[in-house]
């Protein structure tokens, strides 16, 4: 049973198709309660019982954090997965990110996710196959100048989760970190032209962006039996982008 923060679009929701082709149930939870709904509707189309349930909440509500919660609670009494895969970001150098934008990047992904994480450990603790997997990124391994702020909460959400991994392993739930680089979901492709797309890869190692399918079967692997032994890891999924510096943009050079 799993609960996927941020399910119905691009990583998320392919974790949470996944979830339920491993024979998993799942949560659906995002700010568009219309987009819950669809979601967990194709979700649903053909099984015999349901498999998915819609749960709007937003990360930015603590009320609505504890609310999704609770829910879950009420659903299953348990939780054997949290998938927190919900975007909230800014381009700009951290010169250019006032207080406020600041603030909130930080609280989006590191503060709000410590405070749900938190929140479902008493169903958590229910579970014998139980973890927590944040979604990072790439921007949190080596910085990338012009989404500064992005980039130092993915690395504090990254601390988190080794932290909690610390608390948590001798109360049975494993924490870990799953981290995509340039994947091709609605986030992305948002500011990412599609013709600008070959020169962004064209110094990956594997010279493509991700396809969200390809990190959400991690995502699968770190919530599975397989990953029992594996807390506090940070598992980079980036085409090896990030074994040259992580930068893209033109100031990046090829070794050759
Ligand atoms: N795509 C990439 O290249 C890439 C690279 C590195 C890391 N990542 C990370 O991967 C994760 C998934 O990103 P993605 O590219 O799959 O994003 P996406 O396609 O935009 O999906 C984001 C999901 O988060 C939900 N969401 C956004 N704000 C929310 C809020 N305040 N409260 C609750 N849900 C919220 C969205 O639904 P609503 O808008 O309806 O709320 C949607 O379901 C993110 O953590 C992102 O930082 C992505």
Known sequence: MALVAGGTKGIGKSFAR?????????????????MCAAVADELNEGAADPVAWPQAF?????????????????????????????????????????????????????VHYSRLAHRALDLLKQSDLASVIFVGSASGVRPQPNIAAYGIAKLGLMRLGQNLAIEW???GV????????MTRTPAVMRW????????????????????????????????????????????????????????TGPAFQRPD
């Not at 009320?63 to 348990?78: F, H, N, P």
């Not at 494993?174 to 680089?181: C, E, K, Q, Y």
């Open 18 to 34: 996944q979830y339920v082709d491993h024979g998993g149930c799942v949560i659906i939870a995002a700010r568009d309660s219309g």
């Open 174 to 181: 494993r924490v870990n970190i799953l981290t995509p680089g």
């Open 169 to 171: 392993g001798p109360l």
């Open 192 to 247: 990412l032209p599609e013709d600008d797309v070959a020169r962004r890869v064209a110094d990956f190692p594997i010279r493509r962006m991700a396809d969200p399918d390809e990190i959400a079967a991690a995502g699968i692997f770190l919530a599975s039996r397989a990953a029992g032994y594996m807390t506090g890891h940070e598992l980079i999924c980036d085409g090896g982008r990030t074994l040259l510096s992580g930068n």
């Open 58 to 110: 937003d990360l930015d509500d603590v009320e609505s954090i504890d609310m999704l919660i609770e829910k879950a609670g009420q659903r299953w009494g348990k939780l054997d997965t949290v998938f927190g895969a919900s975007f909230f970001g800014a381009g700009g150098t951290a010169a250019a990110t006032d207080d406020e934008m600041f603030a909130k990047i930080l609280r989006l992904n590191i």
